[in-house]
C-alpha cells in the first residue's frame, strides 16, 4: 500500500510537467537533432529526445532560460563555471568554445560590457536557435563566428584573459578539443593571467573522465575542480603555472562578484565546491592528437570490467 501511494506521488508531480510541456521547434543540423521545447515557466534546449523531467533536472538538456527573466542563469553547471568571472579583475577579452543556448556568454557580455566577447561555434543552427528562441542578444561587445573551437583557436590573436570551454557533452564529445596539443595552443592564447573554465558533462560510470582529468593535469600547473551538485557536470578552472590559485581566491572573488553584479543566488556557496587536484595521483594515460580513444572509454565503465550504451 505504502509503495503505491509513493508511486502515485511520484505520478502527480511529473505529469504536469510531461503534459505542459510543447516541442516549439525540431531541426536537424549537420551536428546536431535540435530540440526546443518550453513549459509555462522554462525553455529548454536539448540536442536528443527524453523526457522534460529529465531535462529539467540536467541530463537531456543543453541549455534551459526563464521565460520571466531571460537573464538569469539557471543550469546548476552554469552556476558553478560563472565562479570565474570573480578571478579576473577588469577582463579585456573573453573566449567562449561552445555556444549552447548561450547563458553564460550572455550573462558575461553583459556584466562586463567592455571586454571583447568572441564565441566559437560549429553549429551554425545553433547560433540561430540561441538567437531565436533563448534571447541570445546582439551587443556591441559579442562576436560569433562559425568554426571549429580550435581552429577558431588556431586562427585567433589571442592575448585572452579568461576561456570558457562549453564543448564536453556525455553522448557527444569531440575529441581533438582534449588532447594535449589543443591545451598546449590553447595556453599560448592566454594573456599572461589568464585561465581556463571548462565544463565537462561525463557520467562517474564512465572511465573517460580520469583520463581527462590527467590530461588537465599535465597541461596545466593548477587544475581546481569542482562536482556540480545532482549533475554529471565537473566544472574546472585551470592555469598554466603552479600555485596559481588558493582556495581563498575563489571565495573572495565570488563576493565581489555577488556585490557588484548582484547574481541572485550564492555565487560564494558555488565557489566552495572547488577542490586543488593539481597533484590528485592518476594513473590514466594522457590523451594526445595520437592517442585519444575517447568513445571506447567513454563507453567503458569505470571499473574496467564492463560497457554502458
Known amino acids: 500500500m505504502r509503495r503505491f501511494a509513493m508511486v502515485l506521488v511520484l505520478a502527480v508531480l511529473v505529469s504536469p510537467l510531461v503534459a505542459e510541456e510543447e516541442i516549439v521547434y525540431e531541426t536537424n543540423s549537420l551536428y546536431h537533432h535540435i530540440i ?19 531535462a ?36 579585456r577579452r573573453a573566449l567562449f568554445i561552445g555556444l549552447g543556448a548561450g ?27 540561441a538567437r531565436r528562441y533563448f534571447f541570445f542578444p546582439e551587443l556591441p561587445n559579442v562576436h560569433v563566428t562559425v568554426m571549429d573551437g580550435r581552429m577558431f583557436l588556431r586562427r585567433s590573436e589571442g592575448d585572452y584573459d579568461i576561456i570558457f570551454l562549453d564543448a564536453y ?31 565537462a558533462a561525463v ?14 593535469q599535465t ?16 566544472v574546472l578552472i ?31 556557496r558555488r565557489a566552495a565546491l572547488y577542490k586543488d587536484v593539481s597533484t590528485d595521483r592518476i594513473s590514466q594515460k594522457v590523451l594526445t592528437d595520437d592517442y585519444a580513444p575517447v568513445n571506447l572509454m567513454r563507453l567503458r565503465k569505470a571499473d574496467e570490467k564492463d560497457w554502458e550504451y
Not at 203 to 216: A, C, G, H, V
Request: charged share 25%.
Open 219 to 234: 597541461s596545466f600547473g593548477t587544475a581546481f575542480e569542482a562536482r556540480v551538485e545532482r549533475s554529471i557536470n565537473k
Open 203 to 216: 557520467k562517474d560510470t564512465s572511465q573517460l573522465y580520469p583520463w581527462m582529468l590527467r590530461t588537465y
Open 36 to 54: 526546443v521545447s518550453q513549459t509555462p515557466l522554462l525553455r529548454i534546449l536539448r540536442f536528443r529526445k527524453g523526457p522534460a523531467e529529465k
Open 238 to 268: 585551470l592555469w598554466p603555472g603552479k600555485n596559481a590559485a588558493r582556495s581563498a581566491d575563489f571565495v573572495e572573488g565570488s563576493k565581489a562578484v555577488e556585490k557588484t553584479l548582484g547574481v541572485g543566488f550564492s555565487l560564494v
Open 56 to 91: 529539467l533536472g540536467n541530463p537531456f538538456a543543453q541549455g534551459i532560460v526563464s521565460l520571466e527573466d531571460p537573464h538569469e542563469l539557471h543550469m546548476s553547471y552554469a552556476k558553478v563555471a560563472i565562479v570565474g568571472a570573480g578571478l579576473v579583475k577588469e577582463p
Open 103 to 129: 547563458a553564460i556568454p550572455k550573462f558575461f557580455a553583459r556584466a562586463f560590457p567592455d571586454c571583447r566577447c568572441d564565441v566559437a561555434e560549429i553549429d551554425a543552427k545553433v547560433v540561430d536557435v
Open 169 to 199: 557533452r556525455d553522448q557527444m564529445i569531440p575529441f581533438h578539443l582534449m588532447t594535449r596539443e589543443f591545451f598546449k595552443e590553447l595556453k599560448s592564447k592566454l594573456s599572461p593571467q589568464g585561465f581556463l573554465v571548462s565544463n
